[in-house]
């Protein structure tokens, strides 16, 4: 069957409830004759009768039942179909893809990703964990919706943004490690207030570094350089937390960005400083694209930006 049978289910429903004509056509305020033609056309293009007219009130005839039961189940399904359609426009139902870099995974998810599908518990949320030069790549060419990510104070994403927070580079490491900088001893600083160091007095430590293409990476490496130490001893860590246990134990240093050092068991036995030369800050910023953009896609941009307080 085709859809024009279902045209002006109405009508049919109305004659079936009244079984009289006249009376159906008063209650749909249309005229007798109408309502005629439209009963004659559909069962001249069903090729069955679908009302026994020997009777008053008319009664279905089996075709007549069989017609009733599958327009009913039509334009149930109709509505259904009406309601997902309506709801993948609605900003809970959506998926929006956000590109978060694995390393920095921990620090949003329970403080940004899960707040929000609370918010929208029907939301699909896709996570993408690549690092944030290939991020900005992905949101630029449409792949993922919008990205958190690690950029370098001054540095403008090719991408809209928003601005989420500053993040300091710093110095970490066990003050046994100290050693030749004893005058350090007793002011090594904390996260929020770090201790400047010359970097250069570091050239015999050990340090750990993240693998490329991290952005952490290139920071290190600018700082270390920017410090003349050009024959370094480091070792390559793809895991922050790791970089923070193994300098906890007193094996090396390491450049950890302010937002990982909030975490007590895992910094107690740290001391902070920061660069004497070269400092480095970065952001967190939220990209999106410049172009058109999904309700929900929008609906996390605006929640983003409530929740670190700034304007969008």
Known sequence: ?????FNNFEYFMAIADTGNITKAAKALYISQPSLTQYLRRLEDDLGVELFD??????KLTPAGELFRTYALRYYKLTSELEEQIAGLSDTSRMTVNIGIPTQVQ?????????????QAPSALININGAPSPEQERMVTNGVIDVAILHIRSGIRPATEYIEL??????LVLNPDVLGAFIDKKGHEGTPDDPTPIDISLLKDVTFYL?????????????????????????????????MLKLC?????????????????????????????KHQVNLKYVLCF????RTKQTNSFISFVASRFNTDY
Do not use: H, W
Not at 53 to 58: E, G, K, T
Not at 109 to 116: A, G, N
Not at 165 to 170: E, R, S, T
Not at 225 to 238: D, P
């Open 1 to 5: 069957m085709t859809k024009k049978y």
């Open 53 to 58: 007219r020997s009777s008053q009130p008319m």
């Open 106 to 118: 921990p620090l949003f998810m329970e403080s940004l990703i899960r707040p929000f599908m609370e």
């Open 165 to 170: 927070a500053d993040d300091p580079v710093l």
């Open 210 to 242: 993240m693998e490329p293409p991290y952005l952490l990476r290139k920071v290190s490496d600018d700082i270390l350089n920017a410090a003349g130490i050009k024959n370094r001893k480091i070792s390559e860590i793809s895991n922050i937390d790791l």
């Open 248 to 276: 906890s134990s007193g094996k090396g240093a390491a450049f950890v960005p302010a937002s990982f050092c909030r975490e007590p068991s895992q910094t107690e036995k740290l001391a902070f400083f920061t660069p004497e």
């Open 289 to 292: 694209s410049s172009g058109e």
